[in-house]
């Protein structure tokens, strides 16, 4: 459960990330209130984002390597370079893309879970 919960925190990061580059009030607030107003610029951000992407990435490799079945990886790896490219071509692409990191995550537990059933 200890990887499921790091891979979801790196996706939340990098959704907050993204809302931040997008432009989300509530974020952009957030982030004066706490006092890193610094961050609001994207010059700190999109290297952040995509940093926070790359961790559940490779988070999701990691766990996804350990029973040998990496459609959970390869749908997250196609989801981070929608949600990096959507930053220039549409929100709604960012949100699909870390849509699809999420998405990975529950594939790749649940595939766990299997792998150790049939062992067990």
């Known amino acids: 459960m200890n990887e499921a919960f ?16 997008l432009g989300a009030t509530a974020a952009l607030s957030a982030l004066t209130a706490v006092g890193a107003g610094f961050l609001i610029n994207d010059a700190f951000l999109i290297p952040l984002y995509l940093g926070l992407v790359a961790l559940s990435l490779w988070l999701l490799y990691r766990s996804a390597r350990t029973h ?10 196609a989801g981070g370079v ?29 595939r766990a879970r299997r792998k150790r059933a049939c062992i067990g």
């Open 6 to 21: 790091k891979q979801f925190a790196a996706v939340a990061g990098a959704g907050f990330a993204a809302a931040c580059c």
């Open 68 to 77: 040998g079945d990496l459609g959970p990886f390869w749908l997250g790896l």
């Open 82 to 110: 929608t949600a990096f490219a959507g930053l220039w071509i549409a929100p709604f692409l960012v949100y699909a893309g870390l849509a699809a990191i999420v998405a990975g995550s529950p594939w790749d537990f649940q």
